[in-house]
Every structure is written in C-alpha cells, then in structure tokens.
C-alpha cells in the first residue's frame, strides 16, 4: 500500500508581472503557501513513508531560502543576474519550478517514493497546483 504525505510552508515576497495590463503589473505582496506531497510505501521499521523533518528540510533548503522576503522578480539564475529563474513570477510558474525541484530532490534519496503533487496559493483563494499524471 503507498501512502501520500505532504508538508507545507508559508512565505512572504513581492512580484509584479510585467506585460500584464492589471493591477499585478504593478510591485505588491503575497503571503504564498506552498504544499508538496509525495507518495510511498511506509517503511514497517520506522513507521514513516519519508520523515516529516525531510520534507521540511527541502522546504527551507528549496523555498523559504530561496523566496521568502524578497522581490521574485530579482532572483536569477546565473551568476551575472541575466535569466530569471520564476519569470514570470506567477504561481503556476512557482510551482513548476518546485515541482522539477522535488524531482531532483527526491532522486538522491535511498526510497522507494515519487512526487505526487506540489500546490502554490498566492491568496487563500487563489492556487496553481501540479499532480502526477496517473500511470
């Protein structure tokens, strides 16, 4: 039997959205949550598909170091700051980018789990969400 887990972080940063004609052309803030699951067997010596204390280091290492408290705008992802790594900065470009993060992620590790969904809410109504395709 697999069992999804998932783990979840909230974040806060600022992004505009240029080419845009509304009001998100202009610089504003969102406090953005971002929810990842993954799926296994659960291990019967530890009880636990993947430990929630993993998941949250990915987290912190993948997101909240990465995005918390900044412009997404900004970040890049080579060294002379020309190609953006979000761009745009939207939420379904966010979690395209945590969801091929997850994948290499999850590759280093010794389980037997895959990615299962990754979600990005902008506001508390509002989210962009990945889910495995079924096999």
């Known amino acids: 039997m697999r069992v999804t887990v998932s ?4 974040f806060d940063s600022a992004h505009y959205l240029p080419g ?18 993954v799926n296994g067997p659960i291990n019967r010596e530890t009880g636990m598909v993947i430990d929630f204390h993993d ?3 990915f987290l912190q290492r993948n997101i909240l170091n990465l995005l918390d408290h900044c412009c997404l705008n900004d970040l890049s992802s080579d ?3 020309l190609q953006p790594i979000l ?7 966010i979690t395209e ?3 091929e993060q997850l994948r290499g992620y999850i590759g280093k590790l ?5 990615r299962e969904f990754v979600k990005v809410w902008e506001s508390p109504d509002s989210c962009a969400e990945i889910r495995r395709e079924a096999e």
């Open 7 to 10: 783990r979840s972080v909230e």
């Open 20 to 37: 845009y004609s509304g009001k998100c052309s202009r610089v504003h803030g969102h406090r953005w949550k971002v929810e990842i699951g």
């Open 55 to 57: 998941l949250e280091g």
């Open 79 to 81: 060294p002379e700051g």
């Open 87 to 93: 761009s745009p900065p939207t939420a379904e470009v």
């Open 97 to 99: 980018y945590i969801w």
């Open 110 to 114: 010794d389980l037997d789990i895959r």
